[in-house]
């Protein structure tokens, strides 16, 4: 008679003390903080459990330990009834630590050490790390910097200097924000303080199959793609992005860049090696750049970006990062689509976003 084998874990677990691992002690608390950091399989019924289940407690010496239910499942094992419905609750209560530890670094004076969130949050420091990337897609460390980073920029408009500007946004150095001012601001301090003055931005404004389009350019490359139904709101959008800078009218040789452009848009599976000028926060040039790596007649879902970013949780904070962008086509949000298939906003309209879309379909097919 052929028996049923039991799972690899119970064969190879030997007689190993489980009392002294201080995730044992988390199993008798009971304690929810701990879901989501490991699991444990019970040798004798063969099923996995998360550490907060209230199920009846197994004998220590039939317990043995697993980083995450699919490497549990690996190893034979099936979740109990309580484990098989956790996964939303323990993702549930993963959110409202992070959304605790978001406040508290934005609330905090200067940004709060690991070890501190982690503390807040119940759990250790290494697992609170893991946590708060998987739902942010950021690090503390990077969130603390773009939430900074976010702080200058509103403030450097209503504060008497750029060092006292650095300094209420939490900023310990001028040295230590000048590290990343290029990528987040566009410019130096001092001239997005003045609104970007100084700064030359060339641009044309044409028309395209899709209605109304402006091309602009600073030093470093294309910084805004505008599509839009009247010339004159995408010249004052423009001028909104940059109040102070100095606008100039494209000559004939900038005319050939808005040719470029109209092409991309008339025939985007061709592609572009057009030069970028992209601003924003790490997180929103981690989304643009994912966008960027999408070939042309290809949808994905806000869910695939978040996952190909490494941060399968933030789809929210992808969509935010898509409606932020100001280069259309070259930076192709227009191919992210919702779950269900179907079109979600377009920051220059839904109808411009099909018809691209369908333009790309007719190209590859």
Not at 10 to 36: K, Q
């Amino acid at each position: 008679m052929k028996t049923r084998s039991k799972p690899d874990a119970v064969l190879a677990a030997g007689t190993h003390d489980v009392t002294h691992d201080p995730r044992w002690a988390m199993i008798l608390a009971r304690d929810p903080a701990a879901n989501g950091a490991f699991v444990y399989g019970v040798r004798t019924t063969g099923v996995y459990c998360h550490p907060g289940s209230p199920s009846r407690l197994p004998r220590p010496e039939n317990v043995v330990f697993f980083d995450s239910p699919k490497q549990a499942e690996a190893a034979g094992y099936r979740p109990s009834k309580r484990a098989a419905a956790a996964p939303t609750n323990v993702a549930a209560h993963h959110a409202r630590l992070v959304a605790q530890a978001c406040r508290l670094i934005e609330n905090a004076p200067n940004p709060p050490q690991l070890d501190e969130l982690a503390r807040e949050a119940g759990l250790s420091p290494f697992h609170f790390h893991r946590v708060f990337k998987s739902v942010t897609g950021l690090t503390p460390k990077r969130y603390a910097i773009g939430h900074r980073a976010k702080k200058v920029r509103d403030l450097l408009a209503e504060s008497q200097s750029v060092t006292e500007a650095i300094y209420d946004a939490g900023f310990n150095s001028n040295s230590r924000f000048y590290e990343t001012a290029d990528n987040v601001l566009g410019m130096t301090p001092s001239t997005f303080k003045a609104g970007g003055v100084d700064t030359d931005i060339h641009f044309a404004i044409g028309e395209c199959s899709l209605g109304s389009i402006l091309v602009a350019q600073s030093e470093r490359g294309v910084c805004a793609i505008l599509m839009g139904d009247d010339p004159a709101a995408l010249l004052k959008d423009l001028q909104d992005q940059f109040p102070c800078a100095n606008l100039i009218g494209g000559d004939a040789a900038y005319e050939q860049l808005v040719a470029r452009v109209i092409g991309l848009i008339e025939a985007p599976s061709l592609g572009h090696d057009l030069p970028l000028d992209v601003r924003g926060t790490a997180f929103q040039q981690r989304v643009w750049e994912a966008l960027r790596a999408i070939p042309a007649g290809i949808t994905v879902t806000y869910g695939d970006i978040a996952a190909r970013i490494g941060a399968p949780k933030a789809v929210r904070a992808v969509a935010q990062a898509c409606g932020a962008n100001t280069i259309a086509v070259a930076i192709p949000c227009h191919r992210v689509i919702r779950s269900d298939g179907s079109l979600s906003g377009y920051r220059w309209g839904v109808e411009r976003k099909r018809e691209l879309l369908k333009r790309e379909e007719e190209e590859v097919s």
